[in-house]
């Protein structure tokens, strides 16, 4: 009797060192999730946007955007952005103030609207934007507009291959030659066609770069390389171009006449630009790898913020020329 009075008080008292136990790894699992404390979380403004000028070319209008909202703790839903709206954002040279950027909605705003159109007539000069918000205070982030580098040619060859009732694309190889200013120098190439209210074909790009490495094709289209490795020379980077056409038979058009639907955007890029556009890449491409992915740092270089802020410097060229 005594030995099983002995066994259940065991028993008991195991039940209750158990059950501090427990309760200790509850608290400090609610510890650990109090993520704010742990990660001493600090609500910044974010800011992302370029500012584009068109040193020459047909005009584009590309409008200059910039993005503001609030930055949020992880233990947040990232479907709940904060925009910050009503603010006043400022931009400014090294010569004084430029003008100010106009409020469109979910936190955008624009630097050209309707009737007055934000002038960047001075390449190579640094830009800097300006935003004041009533509990963050102030951010801020610098630029430079970087000068502009023409194309000296444009090639493009079509290349033979078999037809295929599986497919309706047919590849076009695309050179393009220019020499590059010594100095760090970034790029960006797009290709797109040159009407926009015509329905005889539309285009598919695929780059694939046959002699730089460093060719990097980002989500939104737009291929950005350095001058890392070809530094104050003349040099080509070759890349192609799927055509697919509808509204009319691929074969009921000239190469001529699919060419002249085309137009080369041609981009001289800011470092900043050129690094975020990098590192959100790098990102994007390590977040499909899930728990095995390697942890990647945006590019940030707003002060009292967070985002990016960069320039770019344009023109349209055409394959026709």
């Not at 999730?33 to 001493?40: A, G, I, K, S």
């Not at 023409?150 to 037809?163: K, M, Q």
């Not at 060719?215 to 171009?241: A, M, P, R, T």
Request: aromatic share 14%; charged share 20%.
């Amino acid at each position: 009797m005594r030995q099983s009075y002995i066994a259940v008080l065991q028993i008991i008292f195991l039940f209750i060192i158990a059950g501090m136990v427990m309760s200790s790894c509850e608290n400090a699992l609610v510890k650990d999730l109090d993520l704010e404390d742990d990660f001493d979380f600090e609500q910044r403004l974010g800011l992302s946007g370029t500012i584009y000028h068109q040193f020459d070319g047909e005009p584009d209008y590309e409008v200059s955007v910039l993005l503001l909202a609030e930055s949020q703790s992880i233990v947040e839903s990232p479907d709940q952005v904060v925009y910050y709206e009503g603010g006043e954002v400022n931009l400014f040279s090294s010569s004084g103030f430029v003008g100010e950027f106009s409020e469109l909605s979910f936190g955008r705003y624009a630097g050209i609207d309707t009737t007055t159109s934000l002038s960047y007539d001075m390449p190579h000069d640094t830009y800097t934007v300006e935003v004041t918000h009533p509990t963050l205070g102030t951010a801020m982030a610098t630029t430079e507009m970087p000068e502009p580098v023409y194309l000296t040619e444009i090639t493009a060859d079509s290349i033979d291959v078999p037809p295929s009732e599986f497919s309706d694309l047919t590849p076009f190889l695309v050179t393009l030659t220019f020499t590059d200013p010594p100095g760090e120098n970034f790029y960006g190439i797009e290709v797109d066609r040159r009407t926009a209210d015509t329905d005889d074909f539309t285009i598919r790009p695929r780059f694939a770069s046959l002699n730089n490495p460093n060719l990097i094709w980002l989500d939104s289209g737009l291929v950005v390389f350095s001058d890392e490795i070809f530094d104050g020379s003349e040099y080509e980077v070759s890349f192609y171009i799927d055509i697919s056409v509808s509204g009319a038979s691929l074969s009921s058009l000239t190469f001529e006449q699919i060419k002249s639907q085309l137009r080369i955007e041609w981009s001289c890029l800011s470092e900043d630009r050129y690094r975020f556009d990098v590192s959100h890449q790098n990102f994007v491409m390590t977040s499909d790898l899930g728990p095995f992915s390697e942890p990647v740092s945006l590019y940030n270089n707003i002060e009292n913020g967070l985002g990016y802020f960069g320039a770019s410097n344009y023109y349209i060229a055409k394959f026709d020329n």
